[in-house]
Structure formats: structure tokens, C-alpha cells
Nanobody, 122 residues
Framework: QVQLVESGGGLVQAGGSLRLACAASESGLVINAMGWYRQAPGNQRELVATISSGGSTNYADSVKGRFTISRDNAKNTVYLQMNSLKPEDTAVYYC????????????????WGQGTQVTVSS
């Protein structure tokens, strides 16, 4: 089944670190550009960071200097390294990307990961 699979959430104290991962479910898939989003209770989903197919990155002002998005094309995985975490970073984090078939580059559409909870205690 074609999907994005997230891992790496959890509970951490303020100032701590977590690394999230988002992987394509099959080796025959290619992740193009990807975004990490988050949604806290009662809030709208917001964009946290993006990375292009070539590795260019952008960040929300609230996470600049603390979060790093990166990709390992060999593993077909995108990471979000989160350092100096704050209680306001608490949210469900989602990855989002367009997926393609590796050899034909035919588009399979846009996919969301299942979401992973990040909780930062004060």
C-alpha cells in the first residue's frame, strides 16, 4: 500500500530533542518535495518546514534555528530534527509529500503521514 510512514514522536522535557522520520512505504517510490506540519489542539494545522527534491529548505519563524529538515534519498526518508524543544512545540506532527513511481516518475498523488504526537513538558 502506498503511504508515508512516520516515526519518532514522544514525550520530552523542555530543552530536549527529538527526531522525526517520514518514509515512503515502498522502495519503488520517490518522494519529491516534502513538508512537515503540526497541529495543536484547537489550532489549525501549520507548516513547520519544507525541503525540495534538491535539498533546499524553508522554516517557519517559530522553529528557525531549532529545527532541521533533511533527507536521505537512498533511504527514501525525510527527517525533522527538533532541538531546544519548547512546550509550545507540543502537537501532532504530519509529513506531506507528492509521491512518484521511481522508474517512470508517474505521479501517484499527494499523501499525508499518519501523524506522530510530540509532547514537550515544562
Amino acid at each position: 500500500q502506498v503511504q508515508l510512514v512516520e516515526s519518532g514522536g514522544g514525550l520530552v522535557q523542555a530543552g530536549g530533542s527529538l527526531r522525526l522520520a517520514c518514509a515512503a512505504s515502498e522502495s519503488g517510490l520517490v518522494i519529491n518535495a516534502m513538508g512537515w506540519y503540526r497541529q495543536a489542539p484547537g489550532n489549525q494545522r501549520e507548516l513547520v518546514a519544507t525541503i525540495s527534491s534538491g535539498g533546499s529548505t524553508n522554516y517557519a519563524d517559530s522553529v528557525k534555528g531549532r529545527f532541521t529538515i533533511s533527507r536521505d534519498n537512498a533511504k527514501n526518508t525525510v527527517y525533522l530534527q527538533m532541538n531546544s524543544l519548547k512546550p509550545e512545540d507540543t502537537a501532532v506532527y504530519y509529513c506531506n509529500a507528492d509521491l512518484y513511481r521511481r522508474w517512470t516518475m508517474s505521479s501517484l498523488g499527494n499523501y499525508w503521514g499518519q501523524g506522530t504526537q510530540v509532547t514537550v513538558s515544562s
